[in-house]
Nanobody, 123 residues
Framework: VQLQASGGGLVQAGGSLRLSCTAS????????MSWFRQGPGKEREFVAL????????YYTDSVKGRFTVSRDNAKNTMYLQMNSLKPEDTAVYYC?????????????????WGQGTQVTVSS
């Protein structure tokens, strides 16, 4: 599956953004999907996962209560609604298709990646 992330931009602290990840191909609905991010000088880190059906979601602790991951399989699209943004959320955000297994936090478990979209939060 090929992935295209979009929706990043510059926002003030406390603001909101919605990221989108659009997939090509007919297998999007077969995959659990995740968002990762990589801040300046940092390793890529897991942000959120949504199951193939959309019924289950998981988040890293730092974004719980602020970010919401969702998907629309009819549109081959996953979303990340980001509210109450903080300067430490500044990063390139990537979407990825989970290849399976139990370690969904590890980037090595993902089969396909989008190109990334920059999110910058100013203080």
């Amino acid at each position: 599956v090929q992935l295209q992330a979009s929706g990043g931009g510059l926002v003030q602290a406390g603001g909101s953004l919605r990221l989108s990840c659009t997939a090509s191909g007919h297998t999007f609905g077969n995959y659990a999907m995740s968002w990762f991010r990589q801040g300046p000088g940092k390793e890529r880190e897991f942000v959120a996962l949504v199951s193939w059906s959309g019924s289950n979601t998981y988040y890293t602790d730092s974004v719980k209560g602020r970010f919401t991951v969702s998907r629309d399989n009819a549109k081959n699209t996953m979303y990340l609604q980001m509210n109450s943004l903080k300067p430490e959320d500044t990063a390139v955000y990537y979407c990825a298709a989970f290849g399976g297994g139990s370690d969904y936090i590890s980037a090595q478990a993902y089969e396909s990646w989008g190109q990334g979209t920059q999110v910058t939060v100013s203080s």
